[in-house]
């Protein structure tokens, strides 16, 4: 990896390129910065330290805000909204017709669905916006530094306008990225963000080494093994692949032979990537979310109670819940982007086929149950990442800032930025036929 960015810093173009992404991505950081008026930052950011759990609806958008959601700046939804419209439009895309119709249209029906997604990311940001002010200034956090009159009207739009610009913003300087710079632009800032925290783990180690207690003195050094393994694990997992060899059929067109090569389709094993993590952890986060809202009783009885006992982050039940529910929308995720009978006719229309295996139901009944095999290989090493954060803590008793989530996705964007500049490289320096 190291050798491929000396390797692209010596490229003018790349240069650039790598000059303007972090440029944008500075901008992003100092943008993140910039507190939003009407707001109490002390009284904010005591109440997001009490409630900031792993496992609740805050926790998760402050980790894709890169710590700006816990501070409710000007930036403080980030990329959130924008990655809850793809996901969303994404899904819609096999479920209407219209969407799915724009999604086979080329790069003009690419631009559509952009542009869609755009707008649905603009109502989503207004939403969570108003339902974060809404909390803001109820009375558990009263954050809000005018609260009466018309000064709480004024207040209300104008920290409204502060978050969903701050939204629009990032999806702005992502767009920039992506045409001028290396890498996908949102998947950039969302990587930049999390790196950002990263100093702020790395410290907290530190000072609980300070404290000169043997647990500490044994727990820091293993914890920062654990990281290095769970890193080279997802890069292992996030490269390997199954190849299903395909033999195309020979066929004679005038004085010309067509056909008759070897070659494979790659299926790799973590085809979905982080989404059924994210779909899994949106659906975990309810309960904690809502005991935000409504006190649970006093006295601890009562089913409500035991609901919020049963999905607290700590509880084993939490745990295999998590587990199941990232098995089944990795499952779900993959049965629609990949489809075997579309496969299997693609192959039979284009002469190719399976060794050994007959065109048409045959075929598509051999991908149906490869996939099935790679599929649960993929969920499984999901859930693995997702919850050994959870088991860690709860045998050693320390809560790990930077999860597995957070690695996962960290890895897979500094991979596919690699792949990007290698790929920018090898065109620049392929050798032509007439060379």
Not at 374 to 403: D, E, R, W, Y
Request: glycine content about 8%; aromatic content about 14%; some cysteine.
């Amino acid at each position: 990896m190291i050798e491929t960015f000396r390797n692209a810093w010596k490229v003018p173009e790349l240069r650039r390129k790598l000059l303007f992404t972090l440029f944008i991505i500075i901008i992003y950081r100092v943008g993140g910065a910039v507190p939003v008026p009407y707001l109490n930052s002390e009284a904010i950011a005591s109440w997001f330290s009490t409630n900031n759990e792993s496992g609740n609806f805050f926790s998760y958008l402050n980790v894709l805000s890169g710590g700006n959601f816990g501070k409710a700046t000007i930036l403080a939804l980030s990329v959130g909204p924008y990655i809850n419209a793809q996901i969303i439009i994404q899904l819609l895309t096999y479920a209407l017709p219209p969407l799915e119709r724009l999604s086979k249209e080329g790069p003009e029906g690419r631009k559509k669905l952009n542009k869609i997604t755009k707008w649905l990311a603009l109502a989503i940001s207004i939403f969570q916006g108003w339902a974060y002010y809404r909390t803001l200034g109820s009375s558990s956090v009263n954050a809000l530094v005018y609260y009466e009159g018309w000064q709480k009207w004024f207040s209300e739009v104008v920290i409204l306008i502060c978050f969903v610009a701050g939204s629009m913003l990032t999806i702005w300087l992502g767009d920039q990225i992506s045409e001028k710079g290396i890498g996908n632009g949102i998947s950039m800032l969302l990587f930049a963000g999390i790196i950002a925290r990263g100093p702020a783990a790395v410290w907290n180690l530190i000072l609980m080494m300070k404290t000169g207690e043997a647990k500490y003195m044994i727990l820091v050094p293993i914890i920062l093994v654990v990281f290095v393994l769970m890193i080279a694990f997802i890069i292992f997992m996030n490269e390997s692949e199954r190849r299903i060899p395909i033999q195309y059929a020979k066929r004679v067109v005038g004085r010309k032979q067509y056909g008759g090569q070897n070659t494979f389709i790659p299926i790799k094993v973590c085809m979905s990537g982080v989404l059924p993590i994210i779909f899994a952890m949106a659906f975990m986060s309810l309960p904690s979310t809502l005991e935000m809202f409504i006190k649970p009783r006093e006295d601890g009885t009562g089913f409500y109670n035991k609901l919020l006992e049963w999905f607290s982050y700590t509880h084993p039940f939490y745990a295999c819940l998590y587990f199941l529910l990232i098995i089944g929308f990795n499952y779900f995720y993959v049965s629609m982007q990949y489809n075997p009978v579309e496969i299997a006719n693609n192959l039979r229309q284009s002469n190719g086929g399976v060794p050994g295996i007959r065109p048409g139901k045959p075929t598509s009944d051999y991908f149906s149950r490869i996939l099935s095999k790679i599929t649960l290989v993929g969920a499984i090493f999901l859930g693995i990442i997702a919850i050994f954060p959870i088991i860690f803590g709860k045998i050693s008793g320390v809560n790990i800032a930077m999860g597995g989530t957070s690695i996962l996705i960290v890895v897979s964007v500094a991979l596919e930025t690699v792949r990007t500049m290698e790929s920018q490289m090898m065109m620049r320096h392929h050798r032509g036929f007439l060379e």
